[in-house]
């Protein structure tokens, strides 16, 4: 595997821990309050590259903020009515979407993608899908996934232009403006905000981790990463998430794992391969 497949693996381990750490939160916040909280602490973290970040990463910056704020805080919100297993499932649909949304950017749809798509989604559905959905989390959720797919393209095709560390500081610097607006104006008229410190408190530590490791450290390796891996190949990779967040569950938390999550694991994994075959190959898609 290239240093770069390595570097969205790790990213994708980090993440695979922030399921159920945001169910826990969602307890006291809403969506877009656990968005903004995380995202400033994330902008503090990069406030030394935020002053000398070039006018054209604010550029690509801005439009990469919008599509990752909206997948943020559609998936929070959504994690307030289904499980976060259910989640990790929906916003993992992103795979299956990717191929497709990256035919109208131009790319191309080859079967090798597709087929490593179709069966990365076919592992998290037998690892994650279960009944008793709920129609607004799903749908919320979905939302998640459309805007992270459009997201995945973007950043592969505007990563190569700028140093990560100034586009990564930009994105997460308007992610964090825009998710604060958003909170201030969905509290003019409610007591939400006289609240906020007290809702918070309980959550301080797992608030600090999202925002400066799953956040703040994950989309500079994700722009670092991404630099050279095709989108198709890049939503491949991040289909292992809910692989991570079963085995950190099953770790921390002792839960089950069964035979469904056992075989999902081993067919996500057979696509991150088929998908390195493809690579290695020359045949590369979006």
Avoid at 236 to 251: D, K, Q, R
């Amino acid at each position: 595997m290239s240093s770069n497949v390595l570097i969205l693996l790790l990213v994708t381990l980090v993440w695979g821990t922030s399921f159920p750490l945001l169910k826990s939160v969602a307890v006291d916040l809403n969506g877009v309050e656990i968005s903004a909280t995380r995202f400033l602490v994330a902008t503090l973290c990069m406030t030394p590259f935020l002053l000398k970040a070039p006018r054209r990463a604010w550029a690509d910056g801005l439009l990469l903020g919008i599509l990752a704020l909206v997948s943020y805080v559609a998936q929070a919100y959504g994690l307030q009515h289904i499980s976060s297993n259910r989640s990790a499932f929906l916003t993992s649909l992103n795979v299956v979407m990717v191929p497709f949304l990256g035919t109208l950017f131009g790319g191309r749809l080859s079967w090798m993608a597709l087929l490593a798509a179709l069966l990365a989604g076919l592992g998290i559905g037998l690892m994650s899908w279960e009944d008793g959905g709920n129609l607004v989390g799903d749908a919320a959720t979905v939302v998640c996934a459309i805007a992270y797919a459009l997201y995945i393209i973007v950043l592969s095709r505007r990563a190569s232009r700028h140093d990560a560390k100034y586009l990564a500081a930009a994105q997460i610097a308007v992610m964090a403006v825009l998710a604060t607006l958003w909170m201030l104006l969905q509290s003019i008229h409610s007591d939400a905000l006289l609240s906020l410190p007290v809702r918070l408190a309980p959550h301080y530590a797992t608030l600090f981790y999202l925002g400066a490791c799953a956040t703040a450290a994950m989309l500079f390796l994700q722009a670092i990463g991404q630099r050279e891996v095709p989108a198709d190949k890049a939503a491949i990779i991040y289909a292992m998430e809910p692989v991570f967040a079963a085995l950190f569950g099953w770790v921390w938390l002792n839960e089950a794992l069964g035979w469904r999550g056992i075989a999902g694991g081993a067919i996500d994994v057979c696509a991150l391969i088929l998908s390195e075959m493809r690579i290695a190959s020359g045949k590369e898609g979006t």
